[in-house]
């Protein structure tokens, strides 16, 4: 299949190999069709934005690149999701690797109640880090990531549900970057925040794409205008239009699209 | 009916609504009154260090409260684990809502209620004629060691007396322990024994602690499960085999009351080992509920 990249939407202007290439995925919860066809592309180092309506199947194609749908029962999937040209739902897949290389950060901070290192130190804790020294550089250098190190620094034996949401949201980033993945999910992270700490976490968004490939959920259109590079809109379970955020934005092909950024639905 | 009759009415029922929780109140004063007052008298240092003398009209009761707690000891290792694991599985490994799970509850649920007199026959015939018997029979050549009454099988058998109790606490606080956590254990590639290890069981050890707690107060005050099973009427020294029979608070309770040669002589004696026992369980209770009223405020703090 040479034509894997083509999109229905306009094709971003770069031809770069995608990191992860969706196609013809198909989701059921049960006996409800809750993907059809979706085929989609995400690049390499750059920030995508999954918009639609509720219920459109945002954060379901989201979960399916670390296959946490697999935790839910009655989930059927047919379909290939390849990340780097590796089909994940192929029967050999590591799970746990696959976890580890692709993260995610969900809609509500939800830190573990132990204290903030212990927190970041979770997950290489799992993945069988013991030595105490390896540990610290690697809280240290997730914390500083997000910026939240100098912060943080003189406190991380504190509760880390005693820092502000957005303290925990950046440190369950950090907990995250701490297993070292390349792909970051983030589904709906600011909706739990005010205006000043999404813009900050708009921000950091940014910066780490110069890093990592990320994938982002968001009902803020300003939002995904503002930090994605391609922008995807999704409609009852089908992709409608993907392409490159400024493309989507000022010239929509599809009607649909077209009313929904300008908020005649949704 | 008219107004007047019907605010009568409820009136008397007021009147009496209160007077049914007085008449509670007062009997619980009452008794309670009766054993604190009366059982102080008697009660020193020596009491509860030295060994009952002349029929148990003079000393103390020292093996008693030795083989409560030793008792009591066996029991908790036996029943924490088991349990723990039990709510474990229920929780977090078996499918939800499986016929299965659904029986293995069902069937916890009716150990609760099954009476302990009941536990205390199926303690003598299975754990001691069966699986004691059965012990000497191929380690012992048949000689009498394990097939016998002794500390080993009381405890078994309260262990399964105290099971729901351990279980439904531990099944309770596992299930407050948020999904989105779990998620985010899996998220970050744990399998689902790190999950359970490092974030479920955390969150979860107030409420194993409280179950626990109340599964020993709740030992320490059954007598008919260890009745057949190992609890002794009077023994000259302390047990410190498995294979052992032990003295306990609660039966010594129930001796001194009855078996006494001298009633008058034992009635102090008797006053004080009620109270000894009483503190024990209040203090057990006690110690439960505080350590659950914490886990709720942590939790409400946590939401
Ligand atoms: N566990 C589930 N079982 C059954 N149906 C589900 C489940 N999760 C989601 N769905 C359904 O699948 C569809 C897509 O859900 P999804 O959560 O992916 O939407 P979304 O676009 O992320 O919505 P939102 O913007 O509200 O988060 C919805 O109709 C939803 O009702
Ligand atoms: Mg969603």
């Known amino acids: 299949m040479a034509a894997t990249s083509v999109h229905q939407g306009n094709p971003p202007a770069a031809l770069e190999t995608p990191k992860i290439a969706v196609q013809d995925l198909n989701l059921w919860y049960g006996s409800f069709h809750a993907l059809k066809n979706v085929r989609v592309d995400v690049l390499p180092r750059k920030i995508t934005a999954f918009i639609g309506p509720s219920g ?4 379901t194609v989201l979960r399916t690149f670390n296959r946490m749908n697999d935790l839910i029962k009655g989930v059927r999937v047919t379909g290939k999701v390849l990340i780097d040209d590796h089909n994940i739902y192929e029967e050999d897949t590591d799970l746990i690797r696959l976890r580890k290389r692709v993260g995610m950060v969900f809609q509500r901070p939800n830190p573990f109640p132990i204290s903030v290192f212990e927190n970041v130190a979770y997950g290489p804790r799992i993945h069988g880090e013991t030595r105490r020294r390896r540990l610290e550089e690697l809280v240290e250098k997730s914390l500083r990531a997000t910026a939240l190190w100098d912060d943080l620094k003189d406190r991380l034996s504190t509760p880390a549900l005693g820092l502000s949401p ?17 792909v970051l999910l983030m589904d709906e992270p600011c909706s ?36 994605s590079h391609v922008t995807a809109f999704f409609l009852l379970g089908e992709l409608l239009e993907c392409g490159e955020t400024s493309q989507i934005f000022t010239n929509p092909k599809n009607e649909k699209t077209e009313q929904y950024i300008t908020g005649r639905f949704g | ?10 009136r008397l029922f007021t009147l009496l609504t209160a007077l049914a929780c007085f008449s509670l109140v007062a009997g619980v004063a009452l008794i309670l009154g009766d054993v604190v007052l009366n059982g102080l008298k008697h009660l020193s240092w020596e009491f509860v260090s030295t060994a009952p003398k002349t029929g148990m009209t003079e000393g103390g009761i020292f093996p008693a409260l030795f083989g409560t707690v030793f008792l009591v000891l066996l029991m908790t290792v036996a029943v924490v684990p088991l349990g723990v694991s039990t709510a474990i599985y229920l929780q977090e490994y078996a499918p939800a809502g499986s016929r299965w799970v659904k029986l293995i509850r069902m069937a916890i649920q009716n150990l609760a209620g099954v009476p302990a007199i009941v536990f205390g026959l199926f303690g003598l015939g299975f754990f001691v004629d069966f699986v004691g018997k059965g012990i ?9 060691t394990f097939g016998q009454p002794a500390i080993l099988w009381a405890s078994l058998t309260l262990a399964l007396l105290t099971l729901p109790t351990v279980v439904v606490a531990t099944e309770e606080t596992l299930r407050v322990v948020p999904r989105s956590h779990r998620e985010v254990a899996y998220s970050l590639g744990a399998t689902r024994w790190q999950m359970v290890r490092r974030v479920v069981l955390p ?44 003295m306990v608070l609660n039966y010594h309770v129930y001796v001194m009351a009855t078996q006494s040669p001298d009633v008058d002589a034992t009635l102090p004696l008797l006053y004080s080992t009620v109270l000894v026992l009483l503190m024990l369980t209040f203090a057990l209770n006690f110690a439960a509920i505080i350590i659950r009223s914490r886990l709720r405020r942590r939790l409400k703090a946590g939401r």
């Not at chain 1, 957005?166 to 390349?182: F, G, I, K, M, T």
């Open chain 2, 203 to 246: 969150q979860a050890v107030n409420g194993i602690l409280t179950g626990t707690i109340l599964a020993v107060s709740r030992g320490a005050g059954e007598v008919a499960p260890i009745l057949f099973t190992g609890a002794a009427y009077y023994l000259p020294y302390l047990p410190t085999h498995l294979n052992q029979q032990f």
């Open chain 1, 56 to 59: 459109c199947g945002k954060s």
């Open chain 1, 192 to 227: 739990a925040l005010d205006p000043i700490a999404t813009a900050r976490i708009e921000e950091l968004a940014v910066e780490l794409s110069k890093d990592f490939t990320i994938v982002i959920v968001t009902h803020n259109m300003q939002q995904a205008a503002r930090i």
């Open chain 2, 136 to 144: 000497d029979r191929f380690f012992f050549d048949g000689a009498l």
């Open chain 2, 1 to 10: 009916m008219n107004r007047r009759w019907i605010d009568l009415f409820s």
């Open chain 1, 166 to 182: 957005e303290q925990q949201q950046r440190l369950c980033l950090s907990r995250l970057l701490a297993v070292e993945p390349d």
